[in-house]
Structures are given as structure tokens and as C-alpha cells.
């Protein structure tokens, strides 16, 4: 068959139906906000007498704290202080105030009710790991380049920060994949990712060879670059790349996408978060393959390990300015109906 009468099929297997949520069944938070979803902020009435609803805030900063951090970093704290809100950065952030020596606090016990990311989306990955845990919500402010996660621009901190911390948001729960490599009956390692887990060959010249079973039935066997297992957070990263399908954050849905088959038929896939996914380097993948959590934490894998990938058991909180709408970020992002010329 001629290549441009081949068509991309994505198959949707076994995706549960979503719950209804009452009112006295939602987090905490997400009470608080009693705006409508996509109301400009311009049309909410927020009294300036309303107390904040976060009284004990944690700042991650990126690494290398440069000007613009300073810039934003200062406006933050000044809005903090102001509202009488105790503040704290992450102990291994670097001070973006070189005469500042602020208080601090601990990613592994977090006496914090919000954290508040300054950067771009890598460094919002990174928190997102360590504090899923604690049930924390996270802001994040855009110091980086693209912004899929951190939606809050410098610019428009001023007008959002106000509101938000009185407790006019959207808050947005996304959950993680975990990852662990077993050798036979032996754990030799566990981490959780945002985004995706992949898994590729340690010799970026050669093609990897794996099988792939979901909940303990044979998937396929194939020759390929490799493979990233993705969430719906994740389907706007690497496996939007590699050509896998734009997932809605709300879905419980797990995406599977195959990087650079050898074979042209195998389709990215998507499944329940409810399944759980085996990856099994064969004998003919010599030297060895490495998995990667979010492109941060990566670790070897050697033949005759399995790589088992199942929902985390903690999701993490975002929260948006009330006016956040999923779908006009994706035309920003994706350049979508921009005219040429």
C-alpha cells in the first residue's frame, strides 16, 4: 500500500467512566473557589478585606538563580510580606537576593500549605516528585520556555497572585506514573515521574528489542528506539514528539508510544491508569538498555530485568488562575491557527 494511503490509528482500550464528585467530597482547596471555570479575573469580585487562605508558603526557585528570578522573586515576597504570610524557601535553592538570607524549609517534611515553583516546567517535574506525598498544592510561575505546567507569566504575577492566594483558583489534579526495575523477584530501584517513564537503548545507534505485556497479557513484541509510557500531563512532552496523541489532562488514561518502530504498524496506544505495563528487554538487545523518569532520573536496565509501570498512589495538586482554559493554552503553546506571512 502506498505510504500516503497509511493511516495513524490510535486505539482506547478500557477507559473507566468518570465519577461524579460532590461538593463535600472535594479537596479542601478546591471548595475555596467558587468561581466558574474560564471566568476572566477582571469579572471577579475579590474584597480586599478577604483573608488569604495560605498562611504558610514554600518557594522553589531553578537552579542558578539569574536576573529575571531576582526580579520575580522579589515582587513574590513583597505581596507575601505584605499580606502577613510566613515564607520560606527550599533549603537547596540559592538565594536570588544575595544579602537575603531567608528562612527555609525541607522538600522530605514540608511544614508548608502551598508551594510556589519559579521556573520553567523541568524544575515544577522536579518538586512534583519529591512532594506529591504531602498533598501539597503547587503554583507555578513560568521563568522557563514553553509552560504547559507553570502558567502563571512574570508579567502577570501581579494580578493573579492577589486573588489566588485569597482563594480564587482552579485547582487541577494530575497524577504520577511509578516505575520499578525488578530482577526476577528483587526491587533494585523505584521512582515516580510527571510526565513519563521511557525506556530506550544505552546505545543511542542501536535498536532495542522488547516485549510489553499489560496487567500479565502479551502486548507486542517489537524493534524500535525505544518507548515512552506516558500521563495525560506527559502527552504534551517526548511522546507528543515521538507522535503519540494529545491525552485530556482529566482522563484517567495511560499513553504508550512507540519511538521510531521498526515495523510502521505499531500504533501509540492508550490505556486505563488502572493498568499496569511490563516492559522486558529481550536477549538480542546487547549492551543493555537505561530508563528515564521526566528525562531527570535515569538508570541502567539490563537484559533479563523487567521494567513495571503502574499508577502512583499520590497525585499532585495544581493550582490556575480562575480564568485557566486547558484548550486555549494548547493553541498558544502549539502555535495553533497562526496565520503565515
Not at 478585606?49 to 536576573?67: C, Q
Not at 520560606?88 to 511544614?111: G, T, W
Not at 538487545?285 to 513495571?308: A, K, T
Request: charged content about 20%; aromatic content about 6%; hydrophobic content about 40%.
Amino acid at each position: 500500500m502506498p505510504l500516503k494511503f497509511y493511516l495513524q490509528v490510535l486505539f482506547v482500550v478500557d477507559l473507566p467512566k468518570p465519577k461524579k464528585t460532590s461538593a463535600s467530597t472535594r479537596a479542601p482547596f478546591e471548595q475555596m473557589s467558587a468561581v466558574p471555570h474560564g471566568t476572566p479575573l477582571t469579572a471577579v469580585e475579590i474584597s480586599a478585606d478577604a483573608p488569604p487562605v495560605f498562611h504558610r508558603i514554600g518557594i522553589i526557585t531553578k537552579p542558578y538563580a539569574d536576573e529575571a528570578i531576582k526580579k520575580v522573586f522579589l515582587k513574590l515576597i513583597k505581596t507575601l510580606d505584605h499580606l502577613g504570610i510566613h515564607w520560606a524557601l527550599e533549603e537547596s535553592c540559592d538565594s536570588p537576593v544575595h544579602d537575603l538570607h531567608p528562612a527555609r524549609f525541607e522538600r522530605n517534611q514540608p511544614d508548608r500549605d502551598l508551594i510556589i515553583v519559579l521556573g520553567g516546567d523541568g524544575t515544577l517535574l522536579n518538586a512534583a516528585r519529591t512532594l506529591s506525598q504531602w498533598g501539597i498544592p503547587i503554583m507555578g510561575v513560568n521563568l522557563g520556555r514553553l509552560g504547559f505546567l507553570v502558567d502563571v507569566r512574570p508579567s502577570d504575577l501581579k494580578l493573579y497572585l492577589d486573588a489566588m492566594l485569597r482563594g480564587h483558583f482552579i485547582e487541577d489534579r494530575r497524577f504520577l506514573l511509578e516505575g520499578t526495575l525488578m530482577r526476577g523477584e528483587t526491587r533494585l530501584m523505584n521512582a515516580v515521574a510527571l510526565n513519563d517513564i521511557t525506556f530506550k537503548m544505552r546505545d543511542p545507534a542501536r535498536m532495542v528489542e522488547f516485549e510489553m505485556y499489560i496487567n500479565g497479557v502479551l502486548l507486542n513484541q517489537q524493534r524500535s528506539d525505544g518507548v515512552v509510557v506516558c500521563t495525560p500531563t506527559g502527552s504534551t512532552a517526548y511522546a507528543l514528539s515521538a507522535g503519540g496523541p494529545l491525552i485530556a489532562p482529566d482522563l484517567a488514561a495511560i499513553g504508550i508510544v512507540s519511538i521510531c518502530p521498526h515495523t510502521l504498524s505499531y500504533r501509540p496506544i492508550v490505556v486505563s491508569s488502572q493498568h499496569v505495563i511490563e516492559i522486558t528487554p529481550k536477549p538480542q538487545s546487547r549492551g543493555g538498555g537505561v530508563m528515564s523518569f521526566d528525562g531527570q532520573i535515569n538508570h541502567p536496565l539490563e537484559v533479563g530485568d523487567s521494567l513495571v509501570i503502574r499508577r502512583h498512589d499520590h497525585d499532585i495538586r495544581l493550582i490556575h488562575p480562575c480564568n485557566h482554559d486547558y484548550y486555549a493554552l494548547l493553541r498558544t503553546k502549539l502555535c495553533w491557527g497562526e496565520q503565515s506571512g
